[in-house]
């Protein structure tokens, strides 16, 4: 019997180029096998689903019931589970795209213990193998959902119950087996109540301590595995947690670098969680590229004026084009990609919504990329950089960088220096002007 086809009135998405001042059902920038910057568009970008958002959001919020109507509805647990299986790799396969990612319990419902949820997932997984074998599809990368069950009350890695340690442990190891099966190039650790709400009651320093041993733990069960997949750290402020110990890169990177974990892991950043962390994307971005920890990107975008993670699609080129500069900066993502950790919105609720939120994402995305390649091909601000810091290409700044001077060296060169002297030694930083050419730029680039 023919399966059922769950999208029927979308056929095959295909580029069709800027044709239109009018979204279409098709792509206008994004066209996966175009080489650009030497490489085809599809690999530099390396486009993912996420699973959790797409196939199980209802599209509710912290004030309403979901609106969304999907083609599943009415199903329940393993039919439910199995057919937003069928579903999502016909909604692959018209999208696209060549990746996707899944939290452990977004795919299969849990049972009484962690013996019957790793049955169901194993069931899952054994479709999604079944599915690989038929389809160009990958898995960007599987993560565990360590933080809807009450039983995270105060934590999973971190939690003051030992009990639950244990418990976190052994779900990561069911995740960690997944990943191998499935063949995911990474598996992502989201500490979604890593964190605490009062130091009243809390023993930072023994949850910190217990969050570290429980990397090295997993990072010891990998290898032991033989998964050859990049193990990455996603940062987040805030919400749930009121503190959350993995806050923003820089913070993380700390972690890391504290717990002796950057030789193992990387880090995977998110649009939104860098806004709420007060930061923008492209800064988190740069801190990870900067300490060679960059290791794959969630794109989405939140409202400024509201202060929760709201998971937009990305539809914002200048934050879309700053990205991907640093990705060119970072010659690509190696084994990560662009994860749409991104659901419509309340008022998009129909089927065909779900791809038209992920064109516009999509289009964005491979834009912003165009244009990224397109100002460094021109060093637009490799040479007014380089230019800004030229007086430590020679003289006394060279002196400074090759660890020549002191204090007293250097309180002898400016004692007697005119002010006048010192104000000339400064050049204007032309933020205005540059932002200007780049505006410049999106606009021709895109033309």
């Known amino acids: 019997m023919a399966k059922q086809e769950y999208f029927p009135d979308v056929s095959k998405i295909s580029y069709i180029g800027p044709t239109s001042l009018r979204s279409k059902m098709g792509f206008q920038y994004y066209n996966p096998d175009e080489v650009v910057g030497g490489k085809k568009m599809r690999d530099w970008l390396r ?53 996707f990612c899944f939290h452990d319990r977004d795919i299969a419902p849990e049972g009484d213990t962690l013996r019957e949820t790793n049955k169901n997932i194993e069931e ?102 033989g998964f050859t997949g990049q193990l990455l750290l996603e940062p987040k402020p805030k919400e749930p947690m009121m503190h959350q110990y993995d806050f923003d890169a820089a913070t993380t990177i700390a972690f890391m670098k504290e717990y002796g974990l950057d030789g193992t892991y990387k880090l995977n950043l998110e649009g939104n969680h860098a806004n709420l962390a007060g930061h923008t994307y492209q800064h988190e971005i740069r801190v990870a590229r900067s300490a060679g920890l960059l290791g794959s990107l969630d794109a989405n975008q939140g409202d400024k004026l509201i202060g929760w993670d709201l998971d937009q699609f990305p539809t914002n080129l200048y934050e879309s084009t700053m990205a991907m ?18 659901k419509p919105r309340r008022s998009s609720f129909t089927p065909e919504d779900m791809f038209y939120s992920h064109i516009v994402g999509m289009d964005t995305y491979a834009a912003g990329l165009k244009v990224a390649l397109k100002l460094k091909q021109d060093k637009v601000f490799e040479d007014f950089i380089a230019d800004r810091y030229s007086s430590y290409d020679s003289g006394i700044g060279a002196s400074i960088e090759a660890g020549k001077e002191d204090f007293n060296s250097l309180n002898k060169y400016v004692i007697d220096k005119p002010q006048s002297e010192l104000r000339a030694a400064t050049k204007s930083g032309r933020w205005e002007e540059l932002e200007d050419t780049l505006n410049h730029y999106i606009i021709e680039t895109l033309k």
């Open 124 to 225: 899952i997984t054994d479709m999604f193998v079944d599915y690989q074998k038929t389809s160009h599809m990958k898995v960007l990368w599987n993560t565990a959902n360590m933080f809807t069950n009450p039983r995270f009350v105060a934590g999973a890695a971190s939690s003051p119950f030992a009990d639950i340690f244990a418990f976190a442990a052994a779900q990561v190891k069911e995740g960690l087996d997944t990943a191998k099966k499935v063949g995911s190039a990474n598996y992502v650790f989201w500490g979604g109540r890593e964190g605490y709400e009062s130091l009243l009651n809390t023993d930072m320093k023994r949850e910190q301590d217990h969050l570290g041993e429980f990397f090295h733990m997993a990072a010891d069960y990998a290898k032991s595995i």
């Open 47 to 99: 486009f993912s689903v996420a699973y959790w958002h797409t196939f199980g959001q209802k599209l509710d919020d912290i004030f309403g019931d979901g609106t969304a109507i999907r083609p599943w509805d009415g199903l329940t647990g393993m039919d439910l589970a199995k057919a937003r299986v069928d579903a999502a790799f016909e909604f692959y396969d018209k999208l696209g795209v060549d990746f």
């Open 325 to 342: 500069y640093e990705v060119v900066e970072n010659g690509g993502l190696n084994k990560g990609g662009l994860n749409f950790d991104a």
